[in-house]
């Protein structure tokens, strides 16, 4: 059984923040986020504005590409490290879609490489879960657990979502083949946004008595990072992950048309493409726009891609995720 590519759609809030604009609240300037990123702004939540709702308005238009109705969904995976609820956002997005028949819907959090896993997961249902069609959502809002006061981390990050519909179909027109998905949690220290240590003092000692009580209510850290090691993770495992999807779908690197990869750094994506012999013009890169969106990232750059005809049906595209966990991953798709 086959499983395809039959929608896409993104969503971006309206607030843009510019390089210039957070050199007024950081010791920062435009120079030294493009040179060092290729970030040129970012679009980032404000007011009253929902990341379940921006993630709905990417599943529409993924719909409405796929001409699908909310009611031919079975399946919806959202991809997030930033839900609106702790227990999830995946059943408030199947409401808003106005889906009647409560289709499964459920979060996946794997940071910045949400999105290839939640691919592969629909993929999995499709084939050996007799769902039909599986809507794959990648949204965060990590300006939300960012430190504004951080010239580190505040420069790298926006806010955004994207989607994509994944279609049972015979395996002759499979477009989804060829994965590599890891985690090491030895590498959380190099990037992590935990809960606060002050804060997750269990109620329980080990033994089962009270240790103190009421708990404190708990909340999570800003984003922590060592920036030159996530960058050294980066570019030695995704090639790496990129050859081994290749080869499980049995293809050379040449039948790539598109190197699609998270968007981090433009640094990042430019080592990856020459490790692989990509030329720079068969990359995939929007981040100068939209900076670091998490698992929104590979989906927005798709949606873009293939709205202004550079990805075209039938095209191969080579896409990867890698990000906290650590976790990485890569599917090769055929669009
Ligand atoms: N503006 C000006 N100067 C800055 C800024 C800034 N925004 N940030 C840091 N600096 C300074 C530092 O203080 C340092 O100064 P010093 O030499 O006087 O000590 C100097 O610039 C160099 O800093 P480095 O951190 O060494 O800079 P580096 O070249 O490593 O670039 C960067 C930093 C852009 C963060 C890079 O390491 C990177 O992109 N790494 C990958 C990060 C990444 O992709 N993270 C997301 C993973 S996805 C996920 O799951 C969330």
Request: with cysteine; glycine share 10%; aromatic share 6%.
């Amino acid at each position: 059984k086959g499983c395809k590519l039959v929608g896409c759609g993104s969503a971006v809030p309206a607030l843009q923040i510019s390089n210039d604009d957070l050199s007024k609240i950081v010791d920062t300037n435009d120079e030294w986020i493009s040179v060092r990123t290729g970030i040129r702004k970012r679009r980032v939540l404000s007011g009253g504005d929902s990341l379940t709702t921006l993630a709905a308005e990417a599943a529409k238009k993924a719909l409405e590409m796929a001409k699908l109705d909310p009611d031919d969904i079975d399946l919806i995976l959202m991809c997030t490290s930033t839900p609106e609820d702790l227990f999830g956002s995946a059943p408030q997005i199947q409401k808003q879609l106005g889906c009647t028949k409560s289709p499964l819907s459920y979060d996946i959090t794997a940071a910045c490489s949400g999105f290839v896993l939640g691919l592969i997961s629909a993929a999995c249902h499709v084939r050996g879960g007799g769902f039909r069609n599986v809507l794959v959502i990648g949204a965060d809002a990590l300006s939300r657990y960012v430190d504004w006061t951080d010239r580190g981390t505040c420069i790298l990050f926006g806010d955004a979502a994207g989607a994509v519909v994944v279609q049972a179909c015979n395996s002759e027109e499979d477009g989804l083949f060829g994965f590599d998905v890891h985690s090491d949690g030895s590498g959380l220290r190099h990037l992590n946004a935990g809960i606060k240590e002050n804060e997750s003092n269990n109620a329980l000692d080990s033994n089962g008595s009270v240790r103190s009580f009421p708990p404190k209510q708990s909340s999570y850290s800003c984003i922590q990072m060592n920036g030159k090691e996530v960058f050294r993770f980066a570019v030695r495992c995704v090639p790496q992950s990129i050859e081994n999807a290749l080869e499980k779908a049995g293809l050379p690197a040449s039948s790539i048309d598109w190197l699609l990869l998270h968007q981090a750094n433009q640094r990042i994506i430019d080592a990856v493409a020459t490790r692989l012999e990509v030329p720079s013009e068969r990359v995939i890169s929007n981040l100068a726009n939209y900076g670091n969106t998490s698992a929104a990232s590979i989906p927005l750059a798709l949606d873009e891609a293939v709205r202004s005809g550079k990805v075209k049906a039938g095209q191969t595209i080579a896409a990867a995720g890698f990000g906290a966990g650590l976790t990485w991953g890569s599917a090769i798709l055929r669009w």
